[in-house]
């Protein structure tokens, strides 16, 4: 299986920083990854595919970047809905895999 | 638009089975795959499988081989979830997912059910 690790698995942010969190894969995934952002007791709602398409009606001050096993996930300006935590997920082979998430919260 | 409604919450005992289901609308169901994903509490997200909204084929995770059946009823544009021999560790929200397809492959789950809670205790 491939295994996804994510850093941090925690950061605290302010409105308007830059953010940056990454994704590791266990071995090379082309640019099957996708991002994904969930809010408490809510269901997860897809944010980048491909790696760095920007999925429709998602705001462009996220995007994503990366390819083999190296991917990161950017928001430009954070805004205060923005506070989530935050999952990639390789969609290259079985079985599909998520990575462990990143919770970010305001500072 | 497209939805995805599931079933209520389920309370079951360890041992017993559970079948959770997800009426699909707003786009046409055969032309997709339905994934089912499940999230213990306070855990990440954990990939179970899908089922082909046309022909029906199913691909498991090896993890959930023999204890998950999925299947689907086109009449009906609903696609369900049979999880059996339960533990306490299934306990958890249980979500289906559209996989969207381009070339052939799943390339993102682009609509997520509203969730379902199971909880398998005594």
């Known amino acids: 299986d491939i295994q996804l690790t994510q850093s941090p698995s925690f950061l605290s942010a302010s409105v308007g920083d830059r953010v940056t969190i990454t994704c590791r894969a266990s071995?090379?995934?082309?640019?099957?990854l996708a991002w994904y952002q969930q809010k408490p007791g809510k269901a997860p709602k897809v944010l980048i595919y491909a790696a760095s398409t920007l999925q429709t009606g998602v705001p462009s001050r996220f995007s994503g970047s990366g390819s083999g096993t190296e991917f990161t996930l950017t928001i430009s300006s954070l805004q205060p809905e923005d506070f989530a935590t935050y999952y990639c997920q390789q969609l290259n082979s079985y079985p599909l895999t998520f990575g462990g998430g990143t919770k970010v919260e305001i500072k | 638009q497209v939805q995805l409604v599931q079933s209520g919450a389920e309370v079951e005992k360890p041992g017993a089975s559970v079948k959770v289901s997800c009426k699909a609308s707003g786009y046409t169901f055969t032309s997709s795959v339905i994934n089912w994903v499940r999230q213990a509490p306070g855990q990440g997200l954990e990939w179970m499988g899908w089922i082909g909204g046309y022909k029906g084929d199913t691909n498991y995770a090896q993890k959930f081989q023999g204890r998950v059946t999925m299947t689907t009823d086109t009449s009906t544009s609903t696609a369900y979830l049979e999880l059996t021999s339960l533990r306490s560790d299934d306990t958890a929200v249980y979500y289906c997912v559209r996989g969207a397809v381009y070339s052939g492959r799943i390339n993102r789950f682009d609509y997520w059910g509203q969730g379902t809670q199971v909880t398998v205790s005594s």
């Open positions: 071995q090379g995934i082309s640019s099957y």
